[in-house]
């Protein structure tokens, strides 16, 4: 009896990273998982692997930063699936600049993929949500609560998550839709891999950013997934409009 039988849940950027972890996670709990990602080599792994250890999941080509390639991701999904339970806006990226550096390009492509798609995803899905009266989750980070050196377009992406988060909990509690978001630390991704492979010394790095948590080491996506399951279960079910850190005492003292 998995916690997440008979549910349908869209994970953006599910692809690989902590997207990944959490498709890992909702499957082994019982759910059918739609991996909407624009990298469909990573998409199609992710779905096979799923499906070799027992579970359901399909991938669905979609770019977050196009508003009707998120309409047809949901309405596929639910016209093969008869509902959407769960909708998780994981997909995201991070660029590493200063308000100087940064051009007003990066800034609106930024701002896109991190916070606008959100937004889109949550507006085409909304009206399966209230028929399920589903969850939202949205990956925010801690850096949107706290800041981070250079890093503007991304903390603003993140606290833009954070408030818009708490604005659906409120629009949205009476159609029994709960919305949430998870504000990770350092999780080891790709993403973070690549951060560390720019840094003089990636390995000494990688210590660093350990001893960032006090626990003594950096997440793995599938600590972040369960974290997820926990907001996407009846577990959850009196817990809306949160911003739950999940950064192993970070935020104690960043
Ligand atoms: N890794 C960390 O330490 C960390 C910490 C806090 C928050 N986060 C957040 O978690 C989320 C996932 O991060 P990650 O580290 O797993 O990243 P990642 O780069 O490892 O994976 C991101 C996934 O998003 C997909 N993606 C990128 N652009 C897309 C688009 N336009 N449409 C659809 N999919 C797209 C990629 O193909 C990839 O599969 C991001 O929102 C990130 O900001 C990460």
Not at 102 to 130: G, I, V
Not at 223 to 245: C, K, M, N
Request: include cysteine; charged fraction near 20%; charge should be negative.
């Amino acid at each position: 009896m998995g916690r997440l039988d008979g549910k349908v849940a869209l994970i953006t950027g599910a692809g690989k990273g902590i997207g990944e972890g959490c498709a890992r996670v909702f499957a082994a709990e019982g759910a059918v998982v739609v991996i909407a990602d624009i990298d469909a080599e990573n998409g199609a792994r992710v779905a096979a692997a799923i499906g070799e250890g027992g579970g359901r999941a399909i991938y669905q080509h979609t770019d977050v930063t196009r508003a009707a390639s998120i309409r047809e991701a949901i309405e596929t999904t639910v016209t093969r699936e008869g509902h959407l339970d769960i909708l998780l806006n994981n997909a995201g990226t991070h660029i590493p600049k200063g308000a100087e550096a940064l051009s007003e390009d990066e800034w609106d492509f930024l701002l896109t993929l991190n916070l606008k798609s959100a937004f889109l995803t949550t507006k085409y899905a909304l009206p399966a949500l209230r028929a399920s009266r589903g969850v939202i989750i949205n990956m925010s980070s801690l850096v949107g609560l706290v800041g981070q050196a250079n890093s503007v377009a991304y903390c603003a992406s993140k606290g833009g998550l954070i408030a818009m988060t708490k604005a659906l909990a409120l629009d949205h509690a009476g159609d029994g839709i709960r919305v949430n978001c998870i504000l990770p630390a350092g999780v080891r991704t790709p993403l973070l891999q690549h951060w560390l492979d720019q840094q003089p010394d990636p390995a000494a790095t990688q210590r660093e950013v350990d001893g960032w948590h006090p626990l003594g080491w950096t997440a793995s996506p599938e600590e972040i997934g369960r974290a997820a399951l926990f907001l996407a279960s009846a577990d959850a079910s009196f817990v809306t409009g949160v911003a739950l850190p999940v950064d192993g005492g970070t935020s104690l003292g960043y």
